[in-house]
């Protein structure tokens, strides 16, 4: 059996900003928009808090950010989601 290899990702720093922001979310529906907040901001993406259900390899569209893609989601129970989003410029 081959052995796996280490994906190994660049990690840049982060600032903490909390910003309402409206998301616009690729859907089977059709694109949707999505109220939530910014928690912190990188060169390579964003972290958010939503109300709203995401789900990894979703496209999402962040206005003055840019176009993303949902990488990982964290759901905690009676919390906001919250979902990393990687900028696909």
């Known amino acids: ?8 990702v660049e990690r840049q720093e982060r600032f903490p900003d909390r910003i ?21 901001i990188s060169v390579l993406g964003l972290q958010v808090e939503t109300r709203s259900v995401l789900v990894p390899g979703q496209k999402v569209t962040v206005p003055k950010f840019g176009d993303c893609m949902v990488v990982w989601v ?3 129970k009676g919390k906001p989601l919250q979902a990393g989003l990687k900028s696909v410029k």
């Open 1 to 8: 059996m081959a052995k796996k290899k280490a994906i190994r």
């Open 74 to 76: 964290h759901r905690r």
């Open 20 to 40: 309402p922001v409206s998301l616009r979310v690729q859907t089977k529906q059709g694109e949707v928009e999505v109220k939530g907040r910014t928690v912190d």
